[in-house]
């Protein structure tokens, strides 16, 4: 939607998690900040992340994705969203909501005025802000969604039952390493490409990647925490990561079909990755990938 801002809380201080980056903390693979962001993309003009000095990491993955960065006290959720006001129309939502999904930040769009949502465990971390006025506001139930607050909360979501939803990428800012056999047609659903989050490095997905550069297309993707995943060629053997992204950074191509790369067993290619129309990548404003 023109005009809003889609700002993510990513400066807290993670006392029950032990860590003040948990933002980067992946759910099937995924940094919860970017499944969060995926969720938002669809609504919003621009992408912000609200954090502190102190959140480095945090920083430069937000800014190697093209997400504005806004620093904040860091003082919680309320003191956040009122240094935040002007910014409105804006929704804001905390990084720690890894199933956060585009009908859940749909649903709330359509209240009237400022409206916070409950979780089955209390208020979750999103409102939408249609106003800089929060001298009242309405909830909003959902009892399905639920955030990560305890490290022991993020250790029990190994399985990846819930869909992954794809960020929309200009097509020319991702780095591949291998090269193509043959010119692919696109269907009328396009499965996102697979890309490494720290490096914008493609894992899976090269004749898709070439198929919408000819097309001029942004790329739905999927950026995975490269650390989680293993690495083999066609026979079995395990290949270097630090190969595969390096080779990538280059611009050197490894050959036809050189990598398979696999997640908890499972090909990245199989996993619960949500496909999307092929018109819709023509509509979206995409982000751009900015490694160093």
Known sequence: MDGITGIILAGGKGSRFRDPNKCL???CGVPMILRVAAALQPFVSRLAVATTRAHGPTAWLAELWGFEIVYTDG??????????????PAVIAACDMPFLTPAHVAKLLSRPAMTSVVGAGGYVG??????RDTSSWTDLIMPELRDVDAREDWLSLSDCD???YPLIVESKTLKPHEDVEMDLELGPKVRPLVVDAWTCSVLDGHHRLKALLNRGTPAPVVPMDYSRIDVTDGSGREISKLEVIAAASLGVKLGVRATRHYYRGVHVSMLRHVEVDADYLDRVKPLRCNPL
């Open 75 to 88: 003082l919680g959720y309320e003191h956040d969203i009122a240094q935040l006001l002007d910014y409105s």
């Open 126 to 131: 999103l409102t939408w802000l249609p106003r």
């Open 25 to 27: 903390k992946p759910v």
């Open 162 to 164: 819930e869909p992954t």
